[in-house]
């Protein structure tokens, strides 16, 4: 993996936050803010049902959707 250097700017209060988290942490303030990126883009990542239903979109071409299921389910009673 190939890394760059990356120049941030915080306020007093972040960077004190930081210091204080990662030295508690006992990992760098560059592992902190690594951590907390690949949270951010884990929590920002489409979930496997939302790729699945972006790529299935527009699929269905039998007309109202709903209700062929529910005229299929009534046959289930």
């Known amino acids: 993996m190939r890394?760059?250097?990356?120049?941030i700017f915080l306020s007093e209060d972040e960077k004190l936050w930081l210091e204080e988290y990662s030295k508690a942490a006992g990992?760098?303030?560059a592992e902190t803010i690594?951590?907390?990126l690949a949270r951010l883009r884990e929590q920002e990542?489409?979930?496997r049902y939302h790729e699945a239903l972006e790529s299935t979109r527009g699929l269905w071409?039998?007309?109202d959707g709903l209700r062929y299921q529910?005229?299929?389910r009534r046959d289930w009673q």
Do not use: A, C, D, F
């Open 3 to 7: 890394t760059t250097r990356t120049i």
């Open 27 to 29: 990992v760098s303030m």
């Open 34 to 36: 690594r951590r907390g």
């Open 45 to 47: 990542r489409p979930s």
């Open 61 to 63: 071409k039998k007309g």
């Open 70 to 72: 529910e005229n299929l």
